[in-house]
């Protein structure tokens, strides 16, 4: 909540991925309430995991849409944007049960395709401008790590609740990671815009 904050304080100010990005905060942060609340009824949450990684995915590509330069580079994300939300459509007409599991070709269509841009941009910047060096860092963190994570869910069934445990906690331990980074970025992004 505190980064969403944070990020709106300087969303006028700010550049076009700036504010994409800032959206994407806030989506995310809706969609964190939205679990809480459906648990707090007793109501199971799963169906929420699709608007987070279909959500995350949609907002990411648009943010790296406007940091990628290079034209062949934009074609790529544009076409995920088409393709990956066409596959899963159709695969959640085939399964319809997997609505309320998590999706393990969502989960890696998804990430896959921002890990990919994630690594795109860190060779662009070898040679460009490193803006938003630190929550790109924390993006390829935390997606590779989150995606590795997420992929074996279904395994708790086998593996124990104990299994599941250990998956949460890496992935909370990711995105608290994550979370500093986002917080790092916006410091700096705060301190250019005063100097």
């Known amino acids: 909540m505190l980064n969403f904050i944070l990020f709106l304080s ?3 100010k700010e550049n076009k991925s700036y504010k994409i990005y800032a959206i994407y905060l806030g989506a995310m942060l809706l ?3 939205l679990i809480r609340v459906v648990v707090i009824y007793g109501y199971q949450n ?6 987070y990684f279909t959500g995350q995915f949609i907002l990411l590509s648009l943010f790296y849409l406007q940091l990628l330069k290079e034209n062949y580079q934009k074609k790529i994300v544009k076409f995920n944007l088409f393709f990956i939300p ?16 998590f999706c393990m070709i969502e989960i890696l269509l998804t990430s896959l395709a921002i890990i990919s841009y994630s690594t795109i941009y860190f060779y ?23 995606t590795v994570t997420f992929l074996p869910r279904n395994l ?20 608290i990671v994550y979370l500093v980074f986002i917080f790092l970025e916006w410091r700096q992004i705060k301190t250019r815009s005063k100097g």
Do not use: A, R, W
């Not at 066409?86 to 599991?101: G, T």
């Not at 708790?156 to 995105?175: A, E, P, Q």
């Open 10 to 12: 300087q969303f006028k």
């Open 46 to 51: 799963l169906i929420f995991s699709h608007t």
């Open 86 to 101: 066409s596959i899963l459509v159709v695969n959640f007409l085939i399964f319809p049960e997997q609505l309320h599991e």
């Open 124 to 146: 662009n910047m070898l040679s460009n401008k490193k803006e938003f060096y630190l929550i790109n860092c924390g993006i390829l963190i935390y997606l590779f790590g989150s």
């Open 156 to 175: 708790h069934i086998t593996y124990g609740k104990s299994f599941d445990t250990v998956l949460s906690t890496l992935n909370i331990v990711l995105y």
């Open 31 to 33: 969609n964190e309430i």
